[in-house]
Nanobody, 122 residues
Framework: QVRLVESGGGLVQAGGSLRLSCAAS????????MGWFRQAPGEEREFVAA????????YYADSAKGRFTISRDNPKNTGYLQMNNLKPEDTAAYYC???????????????WGQGTQVTVSS
């Protein structure tokens, strides 16, 4: 069983930066793809970014391209989402997820963290 714990969320002004971390425990996720998703109140969970097991492939939502960077450190069993130039519309709960296959669909991910709140003030 894989347990994922996100950290690094918080309150930031528009234009600021945050780095989210996703620490895995229970077993290694070095062979798993990792994804970041977000969900605002009253909205569906949406894809933000994904990375394959080795880090050689990354995918981003259009809203994240050029501002967010997904990465991972397999020896540390941890994934990251660097978010720069944050906007008020980025406000949401951010979730990391892991799954053997790379996907942009939340339905494909088996393991989920509990989420970390990101709030961007204007």
């Amino acid at each position: 069983q894989v347990r994922l714990v996100e950290s690094g969320g918080g309150l930031v002004q528009a234009g600021g930066s945050l780095r989210l971390s996703c620490a895995a425990s229970g077993r290694s996720i070095s062979s798993h793809a990792m994804g970041w998703f977000r969900q605002a109140p009253g909205e569906e969970r949406e894809f933000v970014a994904a990375i394959n097991w080795s880090g050689s492939q990354t995918y981003y939502a259009d809203s994240a391209k050029g501002r967010f960077t997904i990465s991972r450190d397999n020896p540390k069993n941890t994934g990251y989402l660097q978010m720069n130039n944050l906007k008020p519309e980025d406000t949401a709960a951010y979730y990391c997820a892991a799954e053997p296959g790379l996907s942009v669909s939340p339905r494909e991910y088996r393991y989920w963290g509990q989420g970390t709140q990101v709030t961007v003030s204007s």
